[in-house]
């Protein structure tokens, strides 16, 4: 088994810079009515937003990286992989889905959820139980950051179904998280031990 490519890295070390540097040119760009801390990021991409271009960009850059993240993480395992390039896929999608200028949108809400979803579980299915796996694809790390995400995202789910008002900073408290874990693995799983690549190649080489 071959480690993470180098352009698996780079493109899971973009993802979060596009999202950062999406908000903050987009956030910058709005009115004095939008509050970050209250409103929603799909909002600076919705119909109503100034320049909701910037966030198109950002959220389907984003999506991209996560692509090519999940594509290259061949240490992974095969289901860990495949869900967050599904997470990947529907990132992007949600910037084509906008929330309108009055009201809600059912298929934005359904894009952007489903995004949430993958982008935050996808760690519990890409695990390696191999002694020699890295850190980052070991159980206790990708379930303990799962369970963080999965945490996160029903404390976001809650301010959004209850309209409180701390809706945005607990969308945006998710969302870095789930950005910067890929870079952390991609980074980590660049290094990979000579023993475990062997191990690993094996299990996969095995019939079944």
Request: charged share 10%; net charge positive.
């Amino acid at each position: 088994m071959r480690p993470v490519p180098w352009w698996a890295v780079i493109s899971a070390i973009l993802a979060p810079f596009f999202l950062l540097g999406g908000l903050l040119l987009a956030t910058a760009r709005q009115s004095a009515s939008y509050n970050s801390t209250r409103d929603t990021i799909s909002a600076l991409g919705g119909l109503g937003a100034t320049d909701r271009w910037i966030m198109v960009i950002g959220f389907t850059c984003m999506g991209i990286s996560f692509i090519v993240f999940g594509i290259g993480l061949r240490p992974a395992h095969m289901a860990g992989r495949v869900v967050i390039v599904f997470g990947g896929f529907v990132s992007l999608l949600s910037a084509f889905f906008p929330q309108p200028v009055v009201g809600q949108s059912q298929a934005h809400g359904l894009v952007a959820g489903a995004g949430f979803v993958a982008l935050a579980i996808w760690p519990a299915f890409a695990f390696r139980t191999e002694r020699a796996a890295p850190w980052s694809l070991r159980p206790t790390a990708s379930l303990l950051v799962t369970a963080l995400m999965v945490v996160l995202m029903f404390w976001f789910a809650t301010e959004l179904f209850n309209r409180g008002d701390q809706i945005g900073i607990t969308e945006r408290f998710l969302a870095a998280v789930e950005a910067l874990w890929p870079a952390v693995v991609a980074v980590n799983a660049r290094q990979l031990n000579p023993a475990f690549a062997a191990q690993a190649q094996a299990i996969a080489d095995k019939p079944h």
